[in-house]
Nanobody, 119 residues
Framework: QVQLVESGGGLVQAGGSLRLSCAAS????????MGWFRQAPEKERESVAA????????YYSDSVKGRFTISRDNAKNTVYLQMNSLKPEDTAVYYC????????????WGQGTQVTVSS
């Protein structure tokens, strides 16, 4: 079992930055994939970025590429999502999730953190 707790969301003006954190408790392995997702009102959940717990970034969506950076700190069991040049369309609830390995469905989810970008 892995428990995930997101933090760092808030209200920011367009062009601003936020850093989200996802603290994981429970045992983690280098094969684990840590992903960030978001869901805006009345929209489907979107995959934003993913990183291998024992390696580097695996994926960025086209909508955030060049603006968002995913990273990890294994010593703190934490994954981060640095979000720069934020746009109103980035407004959503952001979730982190864990898959046991690449190609496997995400199994563990956090409760989400709200990000609101004002124009």
């Amino acid at each position: 079992q892995v428990q995930l707790v997101e933090s760092g969301g808030g209200l920011v003006q367009a062009g601003g930055s936020l850093r989200l954190s996802c603290a994981a408790s429970g045992r983690t392995f280098s094969s684990y994939v840590m992903g960030w997702f978001r869901q805006a009102p009345e929209k489907e959940r979107e995959s934003v970025a993913a990183i291998l717990w024992g390696g580097g970034p695996l994926y960025y969506s086209d909508s955030v590429k060049g603006r968002f950076t995913i990273s990890r700190d294994n010593a703190k069991n934490t994954v981060y999502l640095q979000m720069n040049s934020l746009k109103p369309e980035d407004t959503a609830v952001y979730y982190c999730a864990v898959a046991r390995q690449i190609g496997i469905a995400y199994e563990f989810w956090g409760q989400g953190t709200q990000v609101t970008v004002s124009s």
